[in-house]
Structure formats: structure tokens, C-alpha cells
């Protein structure tokens, strides 16, 4: 199977650059799946799971908050706030988190309040549900 340079850019730098067989990204119109020679292409990424599946099939589960795509040239660029590998997630932590949001969400007034809280929660149930898959 033919590959393709694969690079995952935070705000701390680079934490990943690999040739890669496939990618599957959670966009905000959908998932979407990526091959070699994919024709040149941009979208929003939802908050989610990435699978990056490696040579001989070897597939590795992350966590990307929201960010951008970019494929070109044979090469996927994801931009995001966020990501890291689904084994380093802190499952307790992130149910706290989720516990915490939720109770904070029941006691919000404030638009602007509400939609960040609402945000956090979504980012530490996905945080959840990708570490939960590994049990």
C-alpha cells in the first residue's frame, strides 16, 4: 500500500511526523478518510478521534480537539490546540473533568460561560470515550 507523510502540529510544535497508510479524522462535516495521492483538500476538524494506521496495519488512536486539515502534495498536515495519543489520556481525570462541567453547566447563567463549559465537558466525554476503548 502507498503512503504519505503525516504531521500533527500543536502549539507546543511538532509531536508527530511519520509515513503513514491511512488516516480517518473526525471533521466537522463528517469523518473522512485519507489515502496516498489524495487530492488537495482543507477542513475543520470536530473535537474527536483520529485513527493514524502506520505500516503493516499497526493503528494508533488519538485525541485532537478542534483544529484544521490540510492535504497536499501527498502530505496531511493537522493543525490543532490539542492531541495526544488515546493510551496517555487520564481517564479519572477526564471523568472528573466531565463531572465537574456538567455540575457547572447546571449552575450557568451566562451565555458566554455556558457555551466554554459546554465545550469543555464535549472535549473530556470524547477524552472518555477514546480511553475507554483501550480497557
Known sequence: MANFRLEIVTPKGKIYSKEVE?????????DMGILANHAPFVAELAVGEMIVREEKGKEIPYYVSGGFLEINSNKVIVL???????SEIDLEMARRDAAYAEEKLRKL?????????QKTLHEALVKVSIAEKLL
Do not use: H, Q, S, Y
Not at 491511512?22 to 463528517?30: C, D, I, K, P, S
Not at 447563567?109 to 463549559?117: A, I, P, Q, R, S
Open 22 to 30: 491511512f488516516v480517518l479524522a473526525r471533521t466537522t462535516e463528517g
Open 80 to 86: 490543532v490546540d490539542e492531541a495526544m495519543l488515546a
Open 109 to 117: 447563567t451566562e451565555d458566554k460561560n455556558l457555551v466554554l463549559t
